[in-house]
């Protein structure tokens, strides 16, 4: 395999040690949530990018053929936002005291600057404004209020990762807000834990003047549906006018609170460089193919926050797949010789949700999980990874990988819906939410397409056979003997979702044809 990295910096000990880093990139983590994969990727396009040369823009800048050392970005952290909104529902035992005084005065300070006919007036209109951005929550769970993650329904919602240092600042007997400003820090990748970095470096790169060429070409040989000129050239408008879709009004009543933040003692942002990671240039087919399926759904007229749900589903796939292709890679394709559908080199075979695993198709989904996961598992073992000096991988090593690998792969699968059920043998499914999202994804916006065609690209996207004929061949990856009968109509249940979920016309004498609702934006 291809070891050339993007951008092509070094492989560092201390970012790079877990062989799971060097298998996929720097770097996919277990514990990221699905909505944080999509937020730090958009943190990402949407930030003020920068080399060593100096700022190079926004969104997906091109870059010289040259191009030495790392690239940074410069990404916002909306401190004073996340402590009105987030504050009243957070943890007690992380509330230090100089928070609850801040947020306090943060409050009243609002209060006073709206023009009001009387106190209660006021005390209603912050109230309400808090209970809106308190509603753009979503991650929090148990964690601290600035650890929040808002839904990155627009761009003023983008926020950087941001730590409290509570037992720090304890220690330090921190009495102002000024002292306790220092105890918050950036950069430990604890919950946007870099896989949206990831996703944003693997497109960037394929969308590079130097890799058009070369994409252009294994598109329009196996996958002549693509239009990738028109790809390269409205995806980051297509990405900007989704962020900006609702943002005049959130960033407006953002500004309210910020102006508030800025009265003695000020709540300073959070302003620093965050060092991208690397991902291997070898990913770029992968992501040429996420690509286009951004597009479709970024170029659709579906309101803001249904893109927001399918991009967020997007992207857990992307991730998924991408490990997948990287493993191939890394271990060598398990299926027979000839020509193959699916270049991908591995499958996910698919049954209905209600498909148990006594039935011969329930085996071989479950066979096929189990294959996954051997291939990821074989991947970070890979003789062929790069290596660090004065470094030897031990079964400890091998153990942190596996958390990051099949683990990363079996946990993030659950939390989507690809694999039930939470506990027990496990198999490949595709719930409704799943379904609405591969139609928004595999078909341009109106765009009608035959079952049989449609059941083609999810395994030529993606490896999720479905059909009798993608089963036939994912077979042949499974290397466990198993080859049950594969009757012809073993995707009807996807053919029912589909039209529970109102994405199929039915044809009397042909194919019914798989729709995508959504039209394209004018």
Excluded at 1 to 13: G, L
Excluded at 81 to 100: G, I, N, Q
Excluded at 333 to 344: A, D
Excluded at 346 to 361: F, I
Aim: proline fraction near 5%.
């Amino acid at each position: 395999m291809n070891t050339t990295r993007f951008p092509n910096i070094s492989i560092e000990k201390q970012t790079d040690s877990n062989p799971a880093v060097r298998a996929f990139g720097r770097r996919f983590y277990k514990d990221q949530t699905p909505l944080e994969y999509l937020a730090e990727f958009l943190l990402c396009f949407s930030s003020e990018k920068e080399s060593e040369a100096g700022e190079i823009g926004r969104g997906f800048p091109d870059l010289p053929e040259d191009l030495k050392g790392g690239l940074e970005y410069l990404p916002e952290s909306r401190l004073a936002v996340k402590l009105f909104s987030f504050f009243p529902s957070s943890k007690l035992e992380t509330r230090h005291k100089t928070h609850v005084e801040r947020f306090s005065q943060l409050v009243k300070d609002m209060q006073s600057n709206i023009e009001s006919d009387s106190g209660e007036g006021s005390e209603r209109a912050v109230r309400v404004l808090q209970q809106l951005f308190s509603g753009f929550v979503g991650v929090a769970g148990e964690r601290t209020w600035v650890t929040h993650s808002f839904i990155p329904a627009s761009n003023f919602l983008l926020a950087r990762e941001i730590d409290w240092r509570h037992t720090d600042a304890k220690g330090a007997n921190v009495e102002d807000w000024p002292a306790a400003e220092r105890h918050f820090s950036t950069g430990s990748h604890n919950f946007m834990a870099r896989g949206g970095e990831v996703l944003f470096l693997q497109l960037w790169h394929v969308l590079q003047e130097a890799r058009c060429g070369q994409a252009s070409q294994w598109l329009n040989d196996e996958y002549s549906y693509v239009d990738w000129a028109a790809v390269r050239g409205q995806l980051a408008d297509g990405l900007s006018d989704t962020l900006f879709a609702i943002d005049g009004p959130i960033s407006q009543l953002g500004a309210v609170i910020e102006h508030a933040a800025g009265e003695t003692p000020a709540i300073n942002e959070k302003l620093s460089h965050q060092a991208f990671g690397w991902v291997h240039t070898a990913s770029w087919r992968e992501a040429a193919l996420f690509a286009w399926e951004l597009s479709n759904v970024v170029l659709s007229n579906q309101d803001a926050l249904k893109k927001m749900r399918v991009l967020q589903d997007l992207c857990c796939l992307h991730v998924l797949r991408s490990v997948c292709f990287q493993s191939v890679r890394w271990v060598g394709e398990r299926s027979s010789g000839g020509k193959k559908q699916f270049e991908g080199g591995y499958s996910w075979v698919t049954v209905g949700p209600n498909a148990g695993v006594g039935t011969d198709l329930g085996k071989a989904s479950s066979a096929s999980v189990s294959a996954t996961e051997e291939l990821l598992y074989g991947a970070v073992r890979s003789t062929k990874l790069p290596t660090l000096s004065a470094q030897t991988d031990d079964d400890k090593s091998f153990r942190n990988a596996d958390a990051h690998g099949f683990k990363l792969f079996r946990s993030l699968g659950k939390q989507i819906g690809l694999i039930v059920p939470p506990k027990g043998p496990m198999r490949f499914t595709l719930p409704s939410s799943l379904v609405e999202t591969l139609v928004a994804v595999l078909l341009e916006p109106g765009e009608r397409l035959p079952f049989d065609e449609f059941l083609q690209r999810l395994y030529r996207h993606f490896g999720i056979a479905a059909g009798a004929t993608q089963i036939q061949e994912a077979l042949s990856t499974l290397g466990a003997g198993i080859r049950p009968a594969v009757p012809n109509d073993c995707a009807a249940w996807l053919e029912d979702e589909l039209k529970r979920g109102g994405f199929l016309i039915p044809l009397s004498d042909a194919t019914p044809l798989v729709k995508n609702p959504a039209k394209k934006k004018t």
